[in-house]
């Protein structure tokens, strides 16, 4: 852990003094989280491609311009960077606020070989359902669902990002939990 | 569906990933987009440092100065720790002569000092035991032994003289009390027991330390004072024996009658706070 945020501060104070390969190192490093917490925040790939690229580029910028001294991780700083990319999207595209995910066709494939063909359409059923449950939810909820359950971060961590107390983090963690299982027995409900 | 399953499920979104053509393709625009500010400036290790510390102070002279004056007090208080049970001999035994040297240097109250002196005395009698029992060379044995006991009586020595000063400097003060209050009292009144620090009580502690009113030796000023000193002779009588633990207990007793002193001079010193200026009738 300590090793990991050592590296992190080293590629930041790399990527600080404008060092091209540390920040392809960075991209390559949170290119698929952003992307996923992207595009489960606006629930369309296009728009999560193209606003992911715009938190690269935004953070490239920051980081060569503004003080790094208080941020405590890279990553933080990238999803903080992120996040406030996706409210100016809401911001401009206010009528795009309850978006529906993207159809069954434009829908992600989920990469996995492993699994057998039967497995597969159970459990991407299964997922699209989920995915579905978790668009429902508040928007504050499902920050921390894709923060805390999906991308695994730690609630300092989360707390960080969000500017929250650890102790909020906690909790909104619980709610956003049992709001999703609520969500999820609902829709179980209704398809008996 | 319970907490597991959703939790299971939930972390299969990790597979989310965009296209492996879109990742590269990005990654190409924006280092090209980025690619006219880049000039490479060299990392050292105290950048990533800094970073990490996220302490801006720690590289201003001061935060140096700072840094340098704990490092320093740090170490100095850690070595003066394990100098604490050293005997001649050891590499840190110098350390353990200095910090006494040290502390009596900056103790200003007597009293402290006075402990301080029976407390160093109580070191050099433990010091003996040690070297005795450990050191297999009889004639470094000896040497050191030797100038542990003379070390040991310039201690008491002092103690003692600081001890009788204290004494003395307590049944001045209390007769010059006396004096003042007969010569500015209103001549029916008398100082009694409890005023100014002084009283009839008093008059008993300057001299063998007992008591015609069946007080108790400590009861007087500066009866634990004798006390100290009665236990301190006592001490070097037995250290003339060998006894180096009844030695040292008996200058345990005495440190401890310094500080009963102490206290008696503070309790005192409250009572006059309160009652200085006024005489009480019996």
């Known amino acids: 852990m300590l090793l990991d945020n050592l590296k992190e501060k080293y590629l930041l104070a790399k990527v600080k003094s404008r060092d091209k390969e540390a920040f392809a190192k960075t991209y390559d490093l949170y290119v698929d989280h952003i992307f996923r917490f992207i595009y489960f925040k606006v629930s369309n790939k296009e728009e999560a491609q193209d606003l992911t690229s715009a938190v690269f580029l935004k953070a490239w910028n920051h980081i060569q311009t503004k003080s790094i001294i208080d941020e405590k991780s890279l990553r933080a700083l990238i999803y903080k960077i992120a996040r406030n990319i996706v409210i100016d999207y809401y911001r401009e595209n206010s009528s795009k606020k309850n978006i529906e995910i993207d159809s069954e066709e434009g829908g992600l494939e989920l990469i996995d070989e492993k699994q057998n063909p039967l497995k597969e359409v159970e459990l991407k059923s299964d997922l699209s359902v989920l995915e579905k449950n978790i668009t429902k939810l508040k928007d504050e909820y499902r920050e921390i669902i894709i923060l ?37 027995e609902n829709q179980e409900f209704t398809n008996y | 569906m319970n907490e597991k399953e959703l939790l299971s499920q939930l972390h299969n979104f990790r597979d989310i990933k965009p296209e492996n053509s879109w990742k590269d393709s990005n990654r190409e625009i924006l280092l090209s987009q980025i690619s006219n500010s880049q000039s490479i400036e060299k990392v050292s290790f105290f950048d990533v440092l800094k970073n990490y510390l996220s302490l801006d102070f720690v590289f201003q002279p001061t935060g140096v100065m700072v840094m340098l004056f704990f490092v320093l007090a740090g170490s100095a208080a850690a070595s003066i720790k394990a100098a604490q049970d050293t005997k001649p001999g050891d590499s840190l035994y110098i350390a353990k002569i200095i910090s006494e040297k040290t502390r009596e240097s900056i103790t200003f109250d007597e009293n402290e000092r006075a402990k301080l002196g029976v407390e160093f005395a109580a070191n050099r009698a433990k010091e003996i035991v040690e070297v005795a029992q450990d ?37 001045n003060d209390i007769d010059n009390k006396k004096n003042n209050g007969m010569a500015g009292g209103n001549g029916s009144s008398n100082i009694s027991n409890g005023s100014a620090g002084g009283g009839n009580e008093d008059v008993f502690s ?57 206290d008696e001079n503070i309790n005192k010193a409250e009572v006059k706070g309160e009652k200085i200026g006024t005489t009480t009738k019996r």
């Open chain 2, 135 to 171: 050191e297999k060379n009889e004639e470094k044995k000896n040497e050191n032994i030797e100038k542990l006991t003379k070390d040991f009586k310039e201690e008491v020595k002092v103690a003692k003289t600081r001890i009788s000063k204290i004494s003395r400097k307590k049944i």
């Open chain 2, 206 to 262: 300057a001299g063998s330390g007992k008591s015609e009113n069946n007080l108790k030796i400590s009861d007087a000023p500066g009866g634990y004072s004798n006390m100290s000193v009665q236990a301190i002779e006592e001490a070097e009588k037995l250290f003339e024996k060998k006894d180096y633990g009844g030695a040292i207990n008996k200058l345990s007793e005495a440190a401890d009658n310094v500080e009963k002193g102490l």
């Open chain 1, 148 to 184: 805390r359950f999906i991308e695994e971060l730690s609630i300092s961590e989360i707390a960080n990002i969000l500017g929250k107390t650890n102790g909020n983090v906690r909790i909104l963690s619980y709610r956003a939990l049992r709001a999703l299982k609520e969500l999820m």
